[in-house]
């Protein structure tokens, strides 16, 4: 409501408001013109290119941008209209309170325009005129405030046509036309209706209006308020029976359209998209501590929420477009999951849908199998991902499309996994996960069972399984990833932990089939992580390299609060279990190498202990190597195990070009020389893994090269990965850094300044290793062999662990 007062009425200038006014109406006339411009220039499209896929889009773009600005168009006149009408009914307005005010003043009356009041002269009361002055006073009170009553009516009119009017950052001009909800919603409720037979005009209407619409908070919120969860449901199924998808290239033919599955992708899409619309947060929160929550004006309800997990473990019916009439009875997640492509979801809804659909299928004791045992007759679930593809899934299991969109939200993924927990004597101190014990270790991520049925898929399966992967296991590492690395804190620690704990006490790294009891059938060599996930969780394990030194020391010295704090005997075989993947090997070994470095230069510089002199830095480095060699060691025996190459086989090739080694570890600790100095002396998780190792390696590959010539490039990757070589070479590299060694030679004084290993001849090695045989024996010698034999130390432990 306005709460324009009389002394707002009385100061109002009508001036501003008629430039604004003129403002938007040379805007409405400019959009009009480039209409009339859009129609003469797409109008014989069609004439001059009439066939084929490109037509067809050229033809349909053309029609969206025409529609696009005829809409501007309205929304334009009306702000135009509004502000110029605005401005001469307040001018009126204004004219009348002006009128009544003087009226008064010339009867003698004072009158407050503040207070809104009218006070008669004394005198006006005497000679028997007392009834009258009264009526008099009131009546010009009274018009006095029916004219405010009448200029806040105007305020409150224009006010209401603008904010209908005014573009919106997320979907420009104005909210959708109330007749775009009504026909979507009309066609809608159509389709939805696998009885009813579609033209392509009406098809391509409502993907026109969804396009159009779909970001829009109220034409997303009322259509699908009136559609319903269990309505969104059955028109996406509905939808995907409008084209049968055969094994093949799926060319334009009899029995497949490509114009059809695009026109099922885009309808899809667009849902998913209006469905992230209308549950985005757009309320506000309040009390003490903001735990009420008023929703947005267009935001579903939670109650909408509700029924829609209702529907998503509810049986639903669809008809196979294929074959003999058939009925397919899926669950209703089956046909949200496509929509879950699309669109940027908040994290709690994600979280608690998507938290739902995983403790369904965990409820039901079939694994995966509960969404592709009924499977119609070519009949394609989800259209979104494309069709050309055949290993492309079908959509029948509904994690596809959950974890596509949790890999594009860190935060719905914590939420998501650490919704629910459980207590045991042995698990993590905030409790198991089960959702992400599921997840990562017991649930069946087979992506051939992911395919329409029918004869023609069955052969086809059959003759190329190996060619299927399953990306919805690529996404969940993704989403793991982010969701432990992009906002550290309680929830991403106790993901971690859990990932370790839970990896290491599952049937399988027992070395028994997954979902047997152990004890019955071993099947050799244990599996901590499923290969597929190994990479992601070397990052993880990467941004976590400081917590991982502090579980592995002997000491184990995880700061509550801070770090993870996990058995050190999970860690070492989730190690090796990483290092069985060469990629994963590669990346912990090149931020091991790293945060080595950054330890080593927090000790040289005084950062560790301001008061140690030389033979106390070595003493502190020695835990540095010690633990250096425990995480490498870790991962060589899984190497070793898979026959990667091994530390020695590296240490052996390494050790013939020392030259090109030492550019790449001292480039390294070159770079590191000074970073960590002056940081505090714990840094945060991922702070070595994003400002170092991923910089620091890039610059080591950048700048490897064996000679001027650049006739050959050395691998940074084995320089690193050469475990021992590169525990010795890292910890001479850094002492020489330092500045700390005495009796160097002179030829390592550059302009008065130590000279850079990247900058070394072959006269400065042959210089380097006499003097660690002499001067430099008590200080370089005996480190590097400390880190050597830490190295091997740690190797031999890690096989220890695993008899």
Known sequence: MSGMTLHDLLEFDAGPWHSVAD?????????????????????????????????????????????????????????????????????????????????????????DTAAVTITAPASA????????????????????????????????????IINGNVPSPRTGFGASPPGAIARATELANKLKNPAY????????????????????????????????????LQLNG?????????????????LFSNNTADMVRDLQYGLGVMLATATTQTGTHGGFRGETYTPGDHELPSQWITDLMAAGRSEMTVISPYGPPQDVHVNGYQLLAPLLHSGTYDAGFL??????MVDFEMSQGKNSALWTGERGEYLRLDWTR?????????????????????????????????????????????????????????RNWSATADVPGGGGWLSEVTQHSDDYRNTALDKFGIALEHATTEQPGPQ???????????????????????????????TGTPEIINPQLRQPIAAITSAYIFDVNLNIADSHAAIPGQTIDVDRNHLVKLLADLGRDQGAHDTIAKAEAAYAAGSYDNILSGQQNPHDDINGNLRAMENVSHNYGSVMGALDHGAHDVHHTTSAQQDEATNKIIEDRYKVV??????????????????????????????????????????????????????????????????????????????LPDNFTENGSLKPVSRWNEADYQAWQQYKAGHGMSTVGNAATHAGDSYQNGYEWAGDIFE
């Open 125 to 160: 009361y005497m000679g028997g005129n007392l009834d009258q002055t009264g009526r008099e006073t009131g009546a010009l009170l009274n018009d006095l405030r029916t004219v405010v009553e009448y200029a806040r009516a105007q305020d409150d009119s224009t006010a209401e």
């Open 351 to 356: 979280s608690t849908v998507g938290g739902d």
């Open 23 to 111: 403002a938007w109406q040379r805007l409405a006339r400019g959009i009009d013109t480039a209409s009339d411009q859009l129609i003469a220039g797409t109008r014989d499209l069609g004439a001059v290119w009439p066939d084929g896929k490109g037509s067809a889009a050229a033809l349909q773009k053309a029609a969206m941008l025409r529609a696009e600005v005829e809409n501007t168009y309205p929304p334009a006149k009306a702000l135009a209209d509004a502000f110029d009408q605005h401005a001469y009914a307040m001018k009126g307005l204004r004219s009348q309170a002006e009128g009544i005010v003087a009226s008064a003043q010339q009867a003698g009356y004072t009158v």
């Open 197 to 232: 037979q579609p033209t392509a005009a009406e098809l391509d209407e409502l993907r026109n209006l969804i396009k159009l619409y779909g970001r829009d908070e109220a034409f997303a919120h009322d259509v699908l308020t009136v559609l319903g969860p269990q309505g969104l």
């Open 238 to 254: 509905t939808l995907a029976t409008y084209q049968p998808d055969n094994p093949g290239n799926d060319p334009d033919g009899l």
């Open 492 to 522: 991403a620690r106790h993901i971690v932990e859990s990932i370790i704990y839970e990896g290491n006490v599952d049937e399988q790294a027992m070395g028994y089939p997954n979902g047997t009891i152990p004890g019955h059938g071993q």
């Open 386 to 442: 494309g069709h050309t593809d055949n290993t492309v899934p079908a959509g029948y299991d509904p994690m596809n499309g959950l974890m596509d969109a949790l890999s594009r939200n860190g935060d719905a993924t914590r939420d998501l996994l650490t919704g629910t927990t459980t207590f045991t004597s042995d698990g993590p101190a905030d409790g198991r996960l089960p959702r992400l014990d599921y997840l990562l270790t017991d």
């Open 666 to 743: 001292g480039l390294v600790v070159d770079e590191v020389m000074g970073k960590v100095t002056g940081k505090m002396p714990v840094p945060v998780v991922g702070d070595l893994a994003k400002d170092y190792v991923n910089d620091l390696v890039t610059q080591a590959e950048e700048h490897a090269t064996v000679d001027n010539s650049g006739k050959a490039t050395y691998e940074v990757g084995a320089a690193l990965g050469a475990s021992r070589t590169t525990a010795v070479d890292l910890t001479e590299l850094s002492l020489y850094n330092s500045g700390k060694l005495d009796n």
